[in-house]
Nanobody, 114 residues
């Protein structure tokens, strides 16, 4: 069973930055398109950004120009760089593959507040 481990969350003021990281153990990482998702209190989980095995990226409109997703296949890691954070970005952030998600990890909490 794949165990996803997200890290890097925290509390920041509006306009601040955070860098989230997710490690996927084993060699399966490089064969999967990966994504970052988030779930705010009382809302459904939504896709924030995705990256294919070839490195192509796509972003939800609400984070375009502010967030950057990247991957390091050698380290089996996917990173989400978040800049110019807004209060509405407050959520628990999860990583998972884009198709047929594995079991969800604990996620990492992001709180944006002044």
């Amino acid at each position: 069973q794949v165990q996803l481990v997200e890290s890097g969350g925290g509390s920041v003021q509006p306009g601040g930055s955070l860098r989230l990281s997710c490690t996927v153990p084993g060699i399966i990482f490089r064969f999967n398109d990966m994504g970052w998702y988030r779930q705010a209190p009382g809302k459904q989980r939504e896709l924030v950004a995705g990256i294919s095995i070839s490195g192509s990226t796509n972003y939800a409109d609400f984070v375009k120009g502010r967030f950057t997703i990247s991957r390091d296949d050698a380290k089996s890691t996917v990173v989400l760089q978040m800049n110019n954070l807004k209060p509405e970005d407050t959520a628990v952030y999860f990583c998972n593959r884009l198709l047929s998600p594995w079991a969800w990890g604990q996620g990492t909490q992001v709180l944006v507040s002044s």
